[in-house]
């Protein structure tokens, strides 16, 4: 059995394990969790926030850059001397290197995953008062939450792993990170700190960072942070498409990079339209325009709230689809063109329930399924 087959053997597997899991706590909670009889889904609303782009920015920098300072600290005190050697030379980027500070940053993930919660938390209540509730940190309605991340979960999926599983058959794909680490049968530790980071730290992070703190400030962004949005995007994927090489002394296409920068383009039209379109149905004026929100009338009607509303809602469903683009391409490809879809799921969880507990259940029941994947896939090969 070649590798494409036997992974796509073990992502099968994983499914059906994680799947079973889901449905077997879904019936368990559905007898012992009263609340669940009831509707699963609140009365719409939409939690207020204060934060800025200024906020969402630091919060950006400090969860990528982060794990950075602290795998650097740990590796000038000798931290990770005696578990995995000495490390390569530091002068020069060279494959060696990249996988010991991946490496690094696996065994440093409980540390960087709380060192950078705290610091968002502090954050945004230092500057602006906002608590984690505000941005969806909630245990209101918990079991309701978990149920539907859970149960979304079962349908979705297959269609998340069977897209990626086509690109990944048709097109040129960059292996991820942690799958080149556990192809090198790193030890038992190793493999749980690998589980730790994948299921835990990087689906709370990412969920803090772009469903709670990006999506909440994208639905009261004004033109300008719209598109800096856009622009962020399209540059993280292209900004090396056509790189200058320095033996040739010219540019060069970088070929491995036009596809994913075709699709974040593409991505980016689509929001584009998407904005012009908005103007255009609600009838948008020039400072309208400028600051993204509706002015308020000096004598509210009430078609004035009815068009409030909608404006609010048809906002947010941009919103959703600016924190999916950003989420998907700052992942390898061809990842971003299912996780693009997968992005817009979690959006509308945390937009309809105003909570994080869904989108963070699913995203854990994801990647728990490619983290058994993957262990299965090097144990057995």
Request: with cysteine; hydrophobic share 50%.
């Amino acid at each position: 059995m070649n590798d494409g087959l036997h992974d796509l053997k073990w992502n099968a597997i994983a499914y059906a394990i994680v799947a079973g899991v889901s449905v077997i706590a879904l019936v368990v909670m559905w007898f012992l969790v009263p609340a669940l009889s009831e509707r699963w889904l609140p009365i719409q609303r939409l939690r207020p926030g204060s934060w800025t782009g200024q906020e969402v920015f630091i919060s950006i920098c400090a969860t990528f850059g982060f794990p950075l300072l602290i795998v650097q600290g740990l590796i000038a005190v000798g931290f990770f001397l005696p578990l995995i050697g000495p490390s390569p030379d530091l002068e020069r980027m060279t494959p060696e290197l990249r996988e010991y500070v991946q490496r690094c940053a696996v065994i440093s993930s409980p540390l960087s995953l709380t060192v950078i919660l705290a610091f968002l938390f502090y954050l945004l209540y230092i500057r602006i008062g906002d608590r984690p509730h505000q941005y969806g940190l909630t245990w209101a309605r918990w079991p309701n939450n978990v149920a539907l991340g859970l149960a979304v979960f079962v349908p979705v999926t297959p269609i998340v792993l069977g897209i990626f599983a086509l690109l990944t058959f048709l097109l040129p794909s960059t292996i991820h990170q942690m799958v080149a680490q556990g192809r090198h049968d790193p030890p038992f530790w190793e493999w749980t700190l690998m589980g730790f980071q994948a299921t835990i730290a990087a689906p709370i992070l990412e969920e803090v960072l772009v469903r709670g703190i990006l999506l909440g400030w994208l639905r009261r962004a004004s033109l300008v942070g719209h598109v800096v949005l856009v622009a962020s995007s399209v540059f993280l994927v292209g900004h090396d498409v056509v790189p200058f090489n320095l033996d040739s002394g010219r540019f060069e296409v970088n070929y491995e990079k036009v596809l994913p920068s075709f699709f974040a383009v593409t991505l980016a039209f689509g929001y584009a339209y998407w904005m012009h379109k908005l103007k255009r149905d609600f009838d948008l004026d020039e400072m309208e325009t400028q600051d993204w929100m509706l002015e308020p009338s000096p004598e509210p009607s009430e078609r004035d709230e009815a068009r409030q509303y909608k404006w609010s809602h048809a906002n947010s469903y941009l919103a959703i689809y600016g924190s999916a683009m950003w989420f998907a391409v700052i992942h390898p490809w061809p990842a971003p063109v299912p996780l693009f879809l997968f992005g817009l799921v979690l959006g509308w969880i945390a937009y309809r329930t105003q909570s994080l507990v869904g989108p963070i259940t699913l995203h854990v029941a994801l990647n728990l399924l490619s983290f058994i994947a993957l262990y299965g896939s090097v144990a057995t090969r």
